[in-house]
């Protein structure tokens, strides 16, 4: 029996707990990220400025001999003292063995480092000791130069807050990212990160650090000298092993006593016995409680902050960067937006863009999934390419606009569109029209007549922008078109039923492989348009094979589809029926090769991929997986796939497994809506996956892939996405959609659907 949340009238407290650790989560988000940033300059003088204090104990340790076993008379100090230093220039007196007297001095503002002999007083070396140089840091590290160590002190509270939030908001999961390096370093070297942020915070309020009050800054001096002789006269002092100055006036000597261990605080007033000296706490700060050894371990703390620091700026960035929603200058007067349905739209917009941009016009170059209706009124001219999807379709990138355009005052709109379609085709260029309608209905303007691509867009654009170049009065010289459609000439190498043919409750697919007399270029997710008959237009099917692989080879998964003819007859469909059924292995095949870049793999080898596919969804997603196998690519890959039964129609299944046991694929979920033990579909499984899917999109800069239909896929991936923002980011209904239209426009969601 499953335990049930507790309800109480209508709030189910569980819900309620979520809502509460998701908010406060977000919160520490918020909270660790403007820290980071607002502070960004006094934290890196602060962790640099440490990192090059923690030299010092290192270099003390290399010049200096080892230390002394045994403490030296006071009196034997003093006459030593006096015959080395007698003007009182010292700053540092540390007995070493064999006899020997490393003393720092002060002269004319330099301070030297030397060695003498004890028993004849003779100088046996110079040191090194870059005193001078850590004396400069220091002032910088505690005072930043200008006596502001009450900015220093709340500096060091702000990044100790920031240094505990951290590891509250992940837990170290290896990803080979940027956010996964950041992230289990952060984990791996938090005790040592921590122990020097607290230690400097408790050095700033004085906690478990010794009582130096007394000390007068502005009262006369005490020599190394005097303050051996007075802690002599005044204390039980047997033995003497270090004496330094201390905040100019005063001077701590160290030995031994009838107590034992014995450290004293010299003024010209009164010599004062300490707890302890410098304390755990100094010691664990400064590195000194090691010697070199310690000095090296706060180096490397030093060392990580600065990557922690470094990796989270870069992740930051990139999501700044991506949440920008689009590419163009600022103050952009000219916005060229797109919506694609297989890629020409959007080839083109660039193309246009880059045009503009070397006209010297400012340009917003973006798909329609970027664009707020309300802005429109705010650029001099917008520029559309709109394709047309199924039965006269909008893509889906120009939708959500579509349903914000109503109720819209657009007086200051003035717009130009190239409409693409295909005249065989009853509902020609509808969608770019339906855009057209309704900006016009909204009060936009149209600067010139609608102009229309049938088949070959490369003519019609031309003509489009040389019409756009006339209203903006710019001369754009000669353009050539943008490199598109390809045509092949393919042989059907290879065909294999995906489905099981036994089982009526699965659809006919298959896989068909195709070859190539000649090397082409190609990658998974580009198009196959292939045309069933003359003057029929091409179907695009994608592309499930990469030419990085093999440039000879072209794999696509194909469903039959069904249509009804005059006679009211079923009939295979066109496109679907000559691949599956006609076409004998051997014959060959005139097609079309158009590159789909929107949605190819990320140019980025390490960024993580989440592959979402129903059914033959999976077709591009093949080649995205086969080019990982192959070494093309290096981050981490999640696919989520969902058919009707596991037994029937789990295509590629045998592959799929096999990658993931091989550690290409590093996560497969599936989901059989029709398994009695299952019943689920894709975006259930990614509701399951919870804040782990939102971790890999943004923490990760991850990319989500979903290919299948608008109404099932496309549907079911954008209202899970949503509810796992609402939930986990504490996103509004509208904020969330919001976020799912950035994401889209910037390519963190990549969505390849047909109606």
Not at 112 to 132: C, K, M, N, P, Y
Not at 509 to 535: I, K, M, Q
Not at 592 to 600: A, S, V
Request: contains cysteine; aromatic residues 6%; glycine residues 8%.
């Amino acid at each position: 029996m499953k335990a049930e949340a507790k309800c109480y009238g209508d709030i189910n407290v569980n819900k309620v707990e979520g809502i509460v650790l998701s908010f406060c989560k977000h919160i520490l988000i918020q909270l660790h990220r403007w820290l980071t940033l607002i502070l960004l300059p006094l934290f890196a003088v602060l962790i640099i400025s440490g990192g090059l204090l923690a030299f010092e104990p290192i270099i003390k340790q290399w010049t200096s001999g080892p230390a002394a076993s045994e403490p030296v008379a006071a009196e034997t100090l003093v006459q030593f003292l006096q015959q080395v230093d007698p003007r009182g220039q010292s700053r540092h007196l540390e007995l070493e063995a064999d006899d020997r007297v490393a003393v720092e001095f002060s002269r004319q503002g330099e301070r030297e480092r030397f060695a003498f002999d004890l028993a004849s007083d003779e100088q046996i070396e110079q040191r090194f000791t870059g005193a001078e140089f850590f004396r400069t840091v220091r002032s910088l590290h505690k005072d930043l130069w200008l006596n502001l160590d009450r900015v220093v002190e709340i500096t060091s509270y702000a990044l100790l807050l920031v240094i505990i939030v951290g590891p509250l908001l992940a837990w170290p999961r290896l990803r080979h990212t940027l956010i996964g390096w950041h992230t289990v370093a952060g984990w791996i070297a938090f005790p040592v990160v921590l122990m020097v942020t607290l230690t400097g915070v408790l050095l700033a309020l004085n906690i478990a650090t010794p009582d130096l009050s007394a000390i007068d800054r502005d009262e006369q001096r005490v020599s190394l000298t005097q303050a051996i002789e007075r802690t002599a006269a005044h204390t039980q002092l047997e033995g003497v092993y270090s004496a330094e100055r201390r905040q100019r006036t005063a001077v701590i000597v160290s030995g031994v006593d009838a107590q034992g261990e014995a450290h004293y605080l010299v003024t010209q007033q009164e010599v004062i016995r300490l707890t302890s000296y410098p304390g755990l706490v100094t010691e664990l700060h400064e590195g000194t409680w090691a010697g070199g050894w310690s000095g090296a371990l706060n180096l490397l703390a030093t060392l990580v902050l600065l990557m922690l620091m470094a990796t989270g700026l870069l992740s930051w960035a990139r999501r700044w960067q991506q949440s920008r929603q689009r590419s163009g200058d600022a103050d952009a007067e000219i916005l060229v937006a797109y919506a694609s349905q297989t890629g020409t739209a959007a080839r083109l917009a660039t193309a246009t863009a880059e045009t503009l941009r070397q006209a010297g016009l400012g340009v917003l170059h973006t798909s329609l999934a970027g664009v707020q209706a309300a802005e429109l009124n705010a650029f001099h001219r917008v520029l559309l390419i709109v394709s047309t999807t199924g039965d006269g379709q909008v893509p889906d990138q120009a939708r959500n606009l579509l349903k914000h355009l109503s109720g819209q005052q657009l007086t200051d709109c003035r717009f130009s569109l190239l409409a693409l379609g295909d005249s065989s085709y009853t509902q020609f260029c509808a969608g770019g029209l339906t855009v057209r309608d309704a900006l016009i209905a909204a009060g936009a303007h149209e600067q010139h007549p609608v102009i229309k691509a049938d088949g070959d867009p490369n003519p019609a654009w031309q003509q489009w922008l040389t019409a756009v170049a006339e209203d903006l009065n710019i001369d754009t010289g000669t353009v050539t078109a943008p490199p598109g459609d390809v045509a092949v000439t393919l042989t059907l190498a290879h065909r294999q039923q995906l489905n099981d043919p036994d089982d009526a409750d699965t659809n006919e697919v298959w896989s068909l492989e195709f070859t190539s007399a000649e090397p082409l270029t190609f990658r998974p997710g580009d198009l196959l348009l292939v045309s069933p008959g003359a003057g029929e237009p091409g179907r695009p099917y994608s592309i499930g094979s990469s030419a990085r692989i093999d440039p000879q080879r072209i794999l696509l998964t194909v469903a039959l589809t069904q249509r009804h003819n005059a006679a009211g007859e079923v009939l295979p469909g066109k496109a679907s029926g000559l691949l599956c059924r006609q076409l004998a292995v051997g014959d060959q095949l005139s097609a079309t090769l158009r590159p789909h870049p929107d949605f190819n793999p990320p140019t980025d080898p390490q960024q993580p991929m989440i592959l979402v596919a129903a059914g033959c969804g999976i077709a591009p997603f093949i080649g995205f997986i086969a080019e990982q196998a192959a070494g093309e690519r290096s981050g981490p890959v999640w696919l989520v796939f969902g058919n009707r039964k596991r037994a029937g129609d789990f295509f590629y299944g045998e592959s799929l497994q096999g990658w993931q046991q091989q550690g290409h694929l590093t996560r497969l979920d599936t989901a059989f809506s029709r398994d009695p033990d299952d019943g689920t579909y894709v975006q259930d499984r990614l509701l399951q996956a919870d804040q782990h899917l939102l971790d890999w999109l943004i923490k990760q800069d991850g990319v989500l892939y979903a290919c299948g239909r608008v109404h099932t896929v496309g549907a079911g991936v954008r209202s899970a996405l949503s509810s796992l923002l609402i939930k986990h980011q504490g996103l509004s209904t509208e904020a969330a959609a919001q976020r799912l239209q950035e994401w889209e426009a910037h390519g963190t969601l990549r969505l390849d659907l047909i109606d």
